[in-house]
């Protein structure tokens, strides 16, 4: 299958077009093959994916920013693009492989996606691997986006206490004050095993708690 339909779906035209067969090319078929590159291109993905969350999420925790960039940068995600640009068309794989089903194992298509990253950044540099990376990745960083913002801190705070295994937190109505029609709510979030204990203020109990649980998932991401 011709590589000029493969750069059309990247956005991408090499110079060298060497660069981009060895970017192709498995341990299986032939040496050299595309494992120093597809290293390369895992540094570079990391770190594009990483300035990208850092600009689009100003106010976001690093241990939060790193659990999204964990999942972009993930082999589940490289393989749904990989797939999307019908990669194991183009792969040179050994006859073993071949048989196998290779060409569709998610480990090969993501780390030769991984490798063509590395090969555009050999062929024309930093700027333009950011560039074909960000194009590809926009629909999985705006699926990202709407989950970060459909996750209350209340779910998010149980989610990292359970990815952790440890003791989910206990909330406690401490005072309400104000008249009937406009009340403050005061509620702690105790996290006994961390010594912690937060208070939110609220109109109701549920938003002084949420406050309570934000403030708290904050403070332990911060020692993480």
Not at 76 to 101: C, I, N, P, T, V
Request: aromatic fraction near 6%; proline fraction near 3%.
């Amino acid at each position: 299958m011709s590589l000029f339909r493969l750069q059309q779906g990247l956005g991408y035209i090499f110079q060298d077009t060497r660069l981009l067969n060895h970017a192709l090319t498995h341990r299986s078929h032939s040496s050299p093959h595309n494992e120093r590159l597809e290293f390369l291109g895992d540094g570079i993905l990391n770190c594009v994916i990483a300035a990208l969350l850092y600009t689009r999420h100003p106010d976001m925790p690093e241990g939060e920013l790193s659990r999204l960039r964990s999942n972009l940068v993930r082999q589940e995600a490289l393989f749904q693009l990989a797939r999307e640009l019908h990669l194991g068309h183009y792969l040179k794989l050994g006859e073993g492989e071949l048989r196998s089903g290779g060409g569709q194992r998610p480990s090969i298509l993501a780390d030769a996606l991984e490798a063509i990253f590395g090969a555009i950044f050999l062929d024309q540099g930093f700027d333009a691997a950011r560039q074909v990376i960000e194009r590809l990745y926009a629909p999985l960083v705006a699926q990202a986006q709407q989950g970060v913002a459909a996750k209350d801190p209340k779910t998010r705070l149980q989610e990292w206490l359970q990815g952790r295994r440890k003791a989910l937190p206990q909330y406690q109505m401490l005072e309400t004050t104000g008249e009937a029609h406009a009340q403050c709510f005061a509620v702690a979030c105790d996290l006994g095993q961390f010594n912690l204990r937060t208070v939110g203020n609220g109109t109701s109990r549920r938003n002084a708690e949420q406050a309570a649980a934000e403030k708290a998932l904050e403070a332990l991401q911060a020692h993480e």
